[in-house]
C-alpha cells in the first residue's frame, strides 16, 4: 500500500485554528462557566449571576456589574491573542489578572454562538455583538457585560457527543462558581437553571463564604491559618480530622487566587496531615496561597489549572509546617484574617 500522495502545507482558516485551540480550553459547558466568570472578575465585577439551561449546553449567560467593553473594541474582545491584560513579556511575569492569554473568547465562540452584550461606565446604553454575524447593535442593560454562549459544541458533534448527562454538566458548572466564590466572598455571585435559583453566595467576609459553601459545621472543625513564610503567604483554613470525608471533594488550593491543582501542595498537605487522619479519609481544606507572581509560572496549561513554582521545595515546606502547625495549634478556631 502506497502511502498517500503529498499534499502542499497550507495554513489553517482562523475559524478553524480557533476551534483547535478550543479543545485544550473548552471541554464542557463549566469550562466556558470558569472562563467568563474569570473575566466578569477581572472586569472588577462585585456580583455576578451565571444563568443556564439545559445544564450549560443549550444556553450559558454570565452576567456581571464591572468595567464593561466599549463598543469599538468588541469585535476584538472576540480576536484571538487580544487582550486588555498585558502588553509585554515583563506584564505576563508579574500577572495578576485571572486571564491574560486572549484566547478564552475567540475559542469559545468558534464552537458556539455567542454574543457579547457591554456598556462601559460613561456610555448612554449598550451594545450587542453577535460573534458569527458580526452584527452591532444597540441593546439595555445597566454597567457590565453579559456574555451568552448558546448551543456549545453545535458545530462540532464529535465534541458534543463527549458531553455528559445535563445534570452532571449542572454540576460542574456549579462546581467551577462554586471554586470561584470560595476565594472571593467580596463578590456576590448567583447561579441559575432554567429559571430556578440553584445557588447564592452574597457578598461578605470569608467566614461566612466558608459557611455558605462548606457547612456551618467547618468553621468548628476547622482551623484558621495565615502565615508568612518567606516569598509567600499562606491563608487559609484547614479541616480538624472529624471534619474529613470519604471522598476528596471539598480541598480547594489557590494560587493568587486562582484555583489550581497542584501534585506538590497536594502531597504536602496529604504529609501534614499523615499524623492526624488515618485510613481512607479525606481532609477538607482552603488554601490560599499568596506569592511574589514572579515566583511562580501560571502560563503552563492552556486552562492555567497547573503552575510551576520558581522554587518547588521552598512552597513544599512551607505549606507542609503552615498546616501541620495549624492543625496542633490548642483551642478552637481562630478568626481568619481576610485576604488581601
Ligand atoms: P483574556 O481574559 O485572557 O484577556 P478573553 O478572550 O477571555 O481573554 O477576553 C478578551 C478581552 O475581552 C479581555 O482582555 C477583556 O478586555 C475583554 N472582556 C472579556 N470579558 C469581559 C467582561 N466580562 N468585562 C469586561 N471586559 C471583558
Ligand atoms: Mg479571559
Redesign the pocket.
Known amino acids: 500500500t502506497a502511502a498517500p500522495p503529498r499534499r502542499p502545507i497550507r495554513e489553517l482558516p482562523d475559524e478553524l485554528v480557533s476551534q483547535i485551540a478550543a479543545g485544550e480550553v473548552v471541554e464542557r459547558p463549566a469550562s466556558v462557566v470558569r472562563?467568563l466568570v474569570?473575566?466578569a472578575l477581572?472586569a472588577g465585577a462585585t456580583q455576578v449571576t451565571v444563568r443556564l439551561v439545559a445544564g450549560g449546553i443549550r444556553a450559558i449567560v454570565v452576567e456581571d456589574d464591572g468595567c464593561g467593553i466599549p463598543p469599538e473594541e468588541l469585535p476584538l474582545a472576540l480576536r484571538r491573542h487580544a487582550t486588555s491584560k498585558i502588553r509585554t513579556l515583563e506584564e505576563l511575569e508579574g500577572v495578576s489578572t485571572?486571564?491574560f492569554?486572549g484566547e478564552?473568547?475567540a475559542a469559545i465562540a468558534s464552537v458556539s454562538e455567542t454574543a457579547i452584550v457591554s456598556r462601559p461606565a460613561d456610555a448612554a446604553h449598550a451594545q450587542r455583538l453577535d460573534a458569527r454575524s458580526g452584527e452591532l447593535a444597540p441593546a439595555a442593560r445597566a454597567q457590565g457585560t453579559s456574555i451568552e454562549v448558546r448551543e456549545l459544541f453545535f458545530s462540532t458533534p464529535a465534541r458534543r457527543k463527549f458531553l455528559k448527562s445535563e445534570a452532571t454538566e449542572l454540576a460542574h458548572a456549579v462546581e467551577a462558581v462554586r471554586r470561584h466564590a470560595l476565594a472571593r466572598p467580596d463578590v456576590g455571585f448567583a447561579v441559575w437553571h432554567e429559571g430556578k435559583l440553584v445557588e447564592q453566595w452574597k457578598r461578605g467576609s470569608h467566614e461566612q463564604r466558608f459557611a455558605d459553601i462548606l457547612g456551618e459545621d467547618f468553621l468548628a472543625q476547622s482551623r484558621a491559618m495565615d502565615v508568612q513564610a518567606g516569598p509567600m503567604r499562606l491563608i487559609g483554613r484547614v479541616g480538624l480530622p472529624e471534619a474529613a470525608r470519604a471522598r476528596a471533594d471539598q480541598q480547594f488550593c489557590y494560587v493568587n487566587g486562582r484555583f489550581v491543582r497542584d501534585k506538590l501542595v497536594q502531597h504536602a498537605l496529604r504529609s501534614a496531615y499523615e499524623d492526624v487522619l488515618h485510613g481512607q479519609r479525606q481532609p477538607v481544606y482552603v488554601l490560599f496561597i499568596d506569592i511574589d507572581p514572579t515566583r511562580v509560572d501560571v502560563n503552563v496549561h492552556p486552562t492555567k489549572i497547573e503552575v510551576r513554582f520558581r522554587d518547588s521545595g521552598e512552597v513544599y515546606a512551607a505549606v507542609r509546617r503552615a498546616v501541620t502547625q495549624a492543625l496542633a495549634a490548642p483551642g478552637g478556631a481562630a478568626p481568619i484574617v481576610a485576604a488581601p
Open positions: 472562563e474569570d473575566n477581572d485571572m486571564g492569554r478564552a473568547l
